[in-house]
């Protein structure tokens, strides 16, 4: 599987901005789905997760209610949504694809076995 995400940029706080990542081959809609981030100086942290029909969602606290995660498994693409961005989200942001199904430990890298190049998103204050 190859994972191609796209749609970082700059933006101001308060600003939107809609991660997209396209995946190849025919087995996308069996695995669950990832977005991680690294900031500059730190270790890669998770952001969220949608699980493989789409019908499970996580997110760490500080994403909760301004990013939306989901899915287009016919597009064989996960999208994030997000809004009312602040500074501190600058980072490059990477997806990511767990074929292993395992949902309680979703929020580990370790459980990834696909990752994307990763697309650098900049929030401006």
């Known amino acids: 599987v190859q994972l191609q995400a796209s749609g970082g940029g700059l933006v101001r706080a308060g600003g939107s901005l809609r991660l997209s990542c396209v995946a190849s081959?025919?087995?996308?809609?069996?695995?669950?789905m990832g977005w991680f981030r690294q900031a500059p100086g730190k270790e890669r942290e998770f952001v969220s997760a949608i699980s493989w029909s789409g019908g499970s969602t996580y997110y760490v606290d500080s994403v909760k209610g301004r990013f939306t995660i989901s899915r287009d498994n016919a597009k064989n693409t996960v999208y994030l949504q997000m809004n009312s961005l602040k500074p501190e989200d600058t980072a490059v942001y990477y997806c990511?694809?767990?074929?292993?199904?395992?949902?309680?430990?979703?929020?580990?890298?370790?459980?990834?076995?696909?990752w994307g190049q990763g697309t650098q998103v900049t929030v401006s204050s």
């Open positions: 081959g025919r087995t996308f809609s069996s695995y669950d």
């Open positions: 990511a694809a767990n074929a292993q199904g395992l949902w309680a430990s979703i929020g580990r890298q370790d459980r990834y076995n696909y």
